[in-house]
């Protein structure tokens, strides 16, 4: 049987698969997103989670319609070249992305079971990332087991493109109900610059005192021509942060947020400044709420003792 296959065919193979395996990618990390953010890890330490699917999404715009329109074209070249279908390239590429989608498979199902013996706890959404993978990646290996054994019909291949089609329009939506609209990533985005702002001024006010001996009567007393540190501002409205001296160990930054922001755990109140954080102890509480927050901070001696000048 003749199964030459020329140039054309050869890289409409390759895009095919080449845009299937993005997509598949794709779609599964945006899930694992939305089920990160709908159902958030506890830990002990500082997570400031900032959720983003812009990526994800824009891969599924571009590289999904690519697959259907490489696969539909690659049936039109089987239909009018039957022995294509036993070429090398064709089979090899199919074989490969059934053993990933089989390993896939395998590998979902033994950190379930590994989870359960284990006595961990199955939380939702860990539960929801295993049955989405087991989902996607056995979707996969029934399509292509079938298309292996060029057991798959015309009308049947159009009924698993619109199911594929219909999965990954409603994942992109989910994706946004739950993660938020662009403008709100955007949002999300600018609190998450502004909180690392904040961690960048206290740091630089904690070495201040280590170095003189008091706290900074204004950030403008921050600037360092030396070593080139610049105070940050807002990085939507360019306005300054706010500082304000609260005591001989005490100081107050604050800051316009967007949206609610949550830290969650590690929070270590300092014992003789109720309501404040001690810096140093473990982790510091940036959680906020939308609009002007303050963050009050007192700095442990102890911690940080001011250095002995020679």
């Given at each position: 049987?003749?199964?030459?296959?020329?140039?054309k065919?050869?890289f409409?193979?390759?895009?095919?698969?080449?845009t299937?395996?993005?997509?598949?990618?794709?779609?599964?990390?945006?899930?694992?997103e939305?089920?990160?953010?709908?159902?958030?890890?506890?830990?002990?330490?500082?997570?400031?989670?900032?959720?983003s699917?812009?990526?994800?999404?824009?891969?599924?715009?571009?590289?999904?319609?690519?697959?259907?329109?490489l696969?539909?074209?690659?049936?039109?070249?089987?239909?009018?070249?039957?022995?294509?279908r036993?070429?090398l390239?064709?089979?090899?590429l199919?074989?490969?992305?059934?053993?990933?989608?089989?390993a896939?498979?395998a590998?979902d199902?033994?950190?379930?079971?590994?989870?359960?013996?284990?006595?961990?706890?199955?939380?939702?959404?860990f539960l929801l990332?295993v049955?989405?993978?087991?989902?996607?990646?056995?979707?996969?290996?029934?399509?292509?087991?079938?298309?292996?054994r060029?057991?798959?019909?015309?009308?049947?291949?159009n009924?698993w493109?619109?199911?594929?089609?219909?999965?990954?329009?409603?994942?992109?939506?989910?994706?946004?109900?739950?993660?938020?609209?662009?403008?709100?990533?955007?949002?999300?985005?600018?609190?998450?610059?502004?909180?690392?702002?904040?961690?960048?001024?206290?740091?630089?006010?904690?070495?201040?005192?280590?170095?003189?001996?008091?706290l900074?009567?204004s950030?403008?007393?921050?600037?360092?021509?030396?070593?080139?540190?610049?105070?940050?501002?807002?990085?939507?409205?360019?306005?300054?942060y706010?500082?304000?001296?609260?005591?001989n160990?005490?100081?107050?930054?604050?800051a316009?947020?967007?949206?609610?922001?949550f830290?969650?755990?590690?929070?270590?109140?300092?014992?003789?400044?109720?309501?404040?954080?001690?810096?140093?102890?473990?982790?510091?509480?940036?959680s906020?709420?939308?609009?002007?927050?303050?963050?009050?901070?007192?700095?442990?001696?102890?911690?940080?003792?001011v250095?002995?000048?020679?």
């Amino acid at each position: 049987m003749n199964t030459k296959m020329t140039a054309k065919n050869f890289f409409l193979h390759l895009g095919a698969i080449v845009t299937f395996y993005a997509s598949a990618i794709a779609l599964i990390t945006l899930l694992f997103e939305a089920i990160n953010f709908a159902y958030p890890k506890v830990t002990n330490a500082y997570q400031y989670y900032f959720p983003s699917i812009s990526f994800q999404v824009a891969t599924l715009i571009v590289a999904f319609p690519l697959f259907l329109l490489l696969s539909w074209l690659l049936q039109k070249s089987y239909v009018a070249e039957p022995q294509l279908r036993e070429s090398l390239v064709r089979r090899w590429l199919a074989y490969i992305t059934l053993f990933i989608a089989g390993a896939v498979v395998a590998g979902d199902l033994i950190t379930l079971i590994y989870t359960y013996l284990d006595g961990q706890e199955l939380t939702t959404g860990f539960l929801l990332k295993v049955l989405a993978l087991l989902a996607i990646a056995g979707g996969v290996f029934i399509y292509y087991l079938r298309e292996i054994r060029n057991q798959i019909a015309s009308r049947e291949r159009n009924i698993w493109r619109i199911v594929a089609l219909v999965v990954v329009i409603g994942s992109i939506i989910l994706g946004f109900m739950v993660v938020g609209s662009p403008k709100a990533q955007r949002e999300r985005r600018y609190d998450n610059q502004r909180v690392q702002d904040l961690q960048s001024i206290q740091w630089q006010v904690v070495n201040y005192y280590q170095q003189k001996g008091t706290l900074p009567n204004s950030l403008e007393q921050l600037r360092d021509p030396i070593s080139g540190y610049m105070i940050p501002t807002d990085p939507k409205t360019e306005e300054s942060y706010e500082y304000k001296k609260t005591g001989n160990l005490g100081f107050e930054l604050c800051a316009t947020f967007n949206k609610e922001g949550f830290n969650g755990i590690g929070l270590m109140p300092h014992p003789s400044y109720p309501g404040t954080i001690a810096i140093g102890k473990d982790a510091e509480n940036w959680s906020h709420e939308a609009g002007r927050t303050c963050f009050d901070r007192i700095i442990d001696p102890e911690l940080y003792p001011v250095r002995s000048k020679i």
